[in-house]
Structures are given as C-alpha cells and as structure tokens.
C-alpha cells in the first residue's frame, strides 16, 4: 500500500505540494510559549521530509509563485517604505543598517572559516536573519549563474537546507534576547517603563485596554438632575471623548448649541466612548431605554492619512481639527493596530478609523485624507503589469570581480511591487489589489515556492546536515544575535531611544514577529510597535535584496580562496 501511495506522489506531485502545504501549516501552527514555527518554516521541513521520496515540481510551479510573492510583499510594504524615508524613518533605519552589515560580514566570515558554498551561505543568512524571503531571492539569482543544472541545483538545495536548519536557532534566539536578555543588559525594568512612556504619550492608566480599538455606544437620557446645564459645559466635562449628539423637548428636536441649556424631561441621545458615558446617568437622570425617537444614523468608516499637513504631527492635533462629533477610534500602520495615544506620531498611509453620525464623518474624511476603498475586487491587469514590469527589470546585470549580479525576476518584481504599492495609497480611490488579495498572494505564493524549492532539496539535505552538524546551528545563532546587540548598543547608547522603542525596533529589524509578541508581552502594552513598524517596512524590503548579494559576494569570496 504504501509504494502505491509514493507512486501516487511521484506521478502526480501536485498532490504532494498540496500535502506539504497542509502539513507544514498544521506544524507551524503549533506553540512552545512565545516560540511558533509558522506556516513556511513547517511547510520547509515537512517538504524536505516528503522530499526524500524523489517528488519533484515542475520549476515553472516554482517560479510563478514566487513571482506573486514577491510582488505581494513590496506592493504591501512600499507605503510605508517611501513613508519612513523621512528624518525619523532614517534615524531608526541606522538599525537597519547595522542588520544588514553586520549580518553580510558574519555570513562572509563563516563562509571563510566553515568553506560554505554560495547556497548555504545564502541560507544561513536567510534563516539566522529569519527573512524567508532571501530564500527565494538568493535560489533565483543561483538560477542565473550559468552552472551545470546539477551543481545549480545541489546549491539551491542547500540554501533552503541551511535555512530550515538556522531558522529555528535564530527564531529562538531573537525572542529570547529581545524579550528576556536585553532588558537586563540596559537594567531597566521593561514593564515600568513602557507604562510610563504609554503615560507620557497621552495614554490612561489601562494600557492594555487601551491598545484595542476602543468601543462606540450611544446612549438616551431623561435630564432630572443634569436641568440647567448647558451643552458646553457637558463638552467640557466629557473632554472630547464623547457628545450631545441630539436633544427632545417635548417630542421637538432641538438645535445642539453650546448654550443651550437642558430642561427637566428633556431627553438627550449621547454618543462616544463607553467609559466616557458610565457616569453621564449622574450628571443628567437615568438612562432611557426607548430609542426610537431618535433617528441618527453614525457610521465606522477608514480614511487612509494622505494630507501632506498631517504627516509627522501628533494624533491629538488632528483629532482637535476634526468635527467635535467624529472620534478617531483606532490607527492601523502597515496592518498593525498601534496604540492609540495623543502623541502618537502620524505618518503617510497610516489607516485611520472614524466613527461619528454620517454627515459629520463625510466633512471629516476631506480633512485626514481619502476613503478607503472596502471593495473585494482585484486589478489583475495592475497587478501583472508590475510582475512584468519587474521580470524586465530583473534581467539586467553586472559583472562584480567577472561574476554576473542582478536583481533577478524576485529584486525586480519587489522593486516594482514597491512603486505599485505606494502609487496606490497615492491614489486610495482607484481600484487596485486589496489587503486581503495580497494575503494570499505572499502566503500562498511563499508557502507554495518554498514547498516545491524543500520537495526538490530532500535526497541533499541530510548531506548538508552531517557535513557541518551543529556548526551551523551556532552560527546561526551568532548571526541573529550580534546584530541585534550591536543595535541595543547604537539605540541605547547613540540615538538615546527608550526601551520598548528600541527593543520592538531590534525586533522589526529582524522582521521577527513573534519577537514583537513576546516584547509586547514583557512590556504590558503596544508602545513597542513605535519601532517596530519603521525598521519592519525598511528591512522587509532590504533584506530580500541581500538574496542575489550575498550569492556574489560568497561566490567572490570563493574565488579569492582558489
């Protein structure tokens, strides 16, 4: 039974992509603490077991998925790419720099002392970094080499061999430092202080509430003992967290004005924050069930922030700007919720979320910027465009010490993925590719290329694995955790950022979401997303880009040996 079942798979390998997909994500699902695989480390190792059958992908598969990727990942990043080349964007991209220097130049180092070739070179720097897609980049610029399809492919081979072997260590590694051993290194206490820096920043005493998009409600009261009060002196004491939004005397809607003054049975519909209008039935009566006499109509809306004035100023001060009636109730950059605190620096594509009565948010929305489209429908042609676009791109090159470099289909696909995406969130109100779209297109995409790359890697991987055993575990650990300490010591030292800042930037350098999470959680809130989103945009682009350097540089390195 069983050979029938491997001769199954091996005629028709397209149930074997699809049982390395379902497997590697039911593995990567899977959580010890704050460590998770994920769906493309799982998908890798379940691909190389599978592998080890002789199942092979046709490489068009291969190449067509990853081209979807690719694109996908810098159409989703290139707003807030361009949106961090400011002052403030460069300043925590010096990180950036330190990542991506540091990381060639111990890659470089091991490949002399361990006589990597360019694949495993390649994947150390893939896994250690825990940047998936140097996986792909690197694999395609191998492709362009011009070697024998044996040797072009044992390197290949290797490349997602080395990484599904360093991923691991250097996934461990990031979390734990970031979370546990670096806020001893700076002997701070991380909790402390991301409650005094979320205070600072405007934020109130419950963080960890406050970090979620904070709830809406509108309630009816009948004045008793709120009579005589103005309209004014209720916005005073409310502070901007909710308003009057309507008032009925005696079945006649009256005009809401900051002088007018309640009466007794006057019946007041209030909208806003819930904790805001706990205690309103003690400043105007109780709290009226009956709704009906009230037809206001409000609406949750998003505007993505594209007014040049609002870039880098404050929430509060464009919160002031907006009608008294619409509340910004959450803030959204690079599809990450930050918090939302009144000094929360504002920025190009930031996703704002307004919640108010419908006429008031259609006059606020001109005031942020654009309304986002919430269609579900994909530009196809747009999107193909950019992919063929990028194939043209790709395909130039030069030589560096006679060895050919080029961005390859991948650089170029991400460079053109890039200009796509920001003239996108340029231009919100046109019809392009929507969040959701580009999901799936970088999760399947990655998953899909990844599964055929591990599928043809099986029969050469446990090679690799007795050749260096657990030399290249350790390096993979020094590549991940070098850098970033390299980091803590220019942000702490140099650009004097707080804790939580730095470390969530030491996190987004290493594009380590779980590293993010679990400094989330040692610091009680979301101030660590401040960092995170500036150094995440900008290595998530550069790092890819290392691919096709590295597979050169290693190839040079070798050639000097000679």
Not at 246 to 262: F, K, M, N
Not at 291 to 307: G, N
Request: aromatic share 6%; proline share 4%; charged share 15%.
């Amino acid at each position: 039974m069983s050979g029938e079942v491997v001769e199954l798979l091996r005629t028709q390998p397209e149930i074997a992509l699809f049982l390395v997909l379902a497997i590697g994500h039911a593995v990567g699902a899977i959580r010890f603490g704050p460590i998770q695989l994920g769906g493309i480390c799982g998908t890798l190792i379940a691909a190389l077991v599978v592998g080890q059958l002789g199942i092979r992908v046709d490489d068009s598969v291969k190449n067509v998925f990853f081209m979807l990727f690719i694109f996908a990942l810098g159409y989703a990043g290139g707003p807030q790419f361009f949106a961090n080349l400011d002052a403030k964007g460069l300043r925590l991209g010096l990180l950036c720099l330190v990542e991506v220097v540091a990381v060639l130049a111990l890659v470089l180092g091991a490949t002399v002392l361990l006589s990597l070739d360019q694949g495993t070179a390649a994947g150390l720097m893939a896994g250690a970094a825990t940047e998936s897609a140097v996986v792909g980049t690197a694999t395609d610029a191998i492709s362009k080499l011009g070697l024998p399809a044996a040797d072009m492919q044992q390197l290949q081979a290797n490349v997602v061999t080395a990484y599904s072997i360093t991923y691991v260590f250097g996934l461990i590694a990031i979390v734990v430092f970031t979370s546990q051993v670096f806020p001893l290194l700076l002997r701070v206490d991380l909790r402390a202080e991301a409650d005094r820096l979320w205070k600072t920043m405007g934020g109130g005493d419950d963080p960890g509430a406050a970090s979620a998009v904070p709830e809406m409600v509108g309630r009816v009261f009948e004045v008793t003992t709120g009579r005589g009060r103005s309209i004014g002196e209720l916005a005073t004491i409310l502070g901007g967290q909710a308003h009057v939004e309507r008032v009925l005397r005696a079945g006649q809607s009256l005009a809401v004005e900051p002088a007018l003054r309640l009466r007794a049975h006057d019946r007041v519909l209030a909208i806003g924050r819930r904790a805001a209008l706990v205690n309103v039935a003690e400043l105007l009566g109780r709290e009226f069930a009956d709704t009906t006499a009230f037809d206001a109509v409000v609406e949750t809306t998003e505007a993505v922030l594209s007014r040049r004035e609002w870039f880098g100023r404050e929430l509060r001060e464009l919160a002031a700007a907006l009608p008294p009636s619409v509340q910004v109730t959450g803030v959204a950059r690079d599809r990450h919720a930050m918090p939302l605190l009144g000094e929360l620096r504002l920025a190009r594509g930031d996703v704002l979320q307004l919640y108010g009565p419908v006429d008031e948010v259609a006059r606020a929305l001109p005031l942020a910027g654009d309304r986002v489209l919430a269609s579900t429908r994909s530009n196809i042609s747009f999107a193909a465009a950019g992919i063929l676009l990028g194939v043209f791109i790709g395909g130039f090159s030069v030589k560096l010490g006679g060895i050919p470099f080029s961005l390859g289909t991948g650089g170029g696909a991400l460079l053109t993925g890039l200009g796509f995406g920001w003239y996108q969130a340029k231009n919100p109100h046109r019809l392009s590719v929507p969040p959701d779209a580009l999901a799936l297109m970088k999760d399947l995409g990655l998953a899909t290329f990844i599964a055929c790359v591990g599928l043809a890697s099986g029969p050469q991987a446990l090679a690799l694995i007795k050749k260096f055993g657990v030399a290249l575990p350790l390096v993979g650990v020094a590549v991940a955790v070098v850098p970033a300490s390299l980091s803590l010591f220019v942000g702490h030292r140099l650009l004097k950022l707080e804790a939580p800042v730095l470390l969530g930037a030491i996190a987004g350098q290493q594009c380590s979401t779980p590293a993010l999470s679990a400094v989330q959680n040692a610091a009680g809130n979301a101030t660590p997303l401040l960092g995170y989103t500036i150094t995440y945009a900008i290595s998530n682009v550069v790092l890819p880009l290392m691919g096709p350097l590295i597979v050169a540089l290693a190839g040079l390195v070798h050639h000097a040996a000679k």
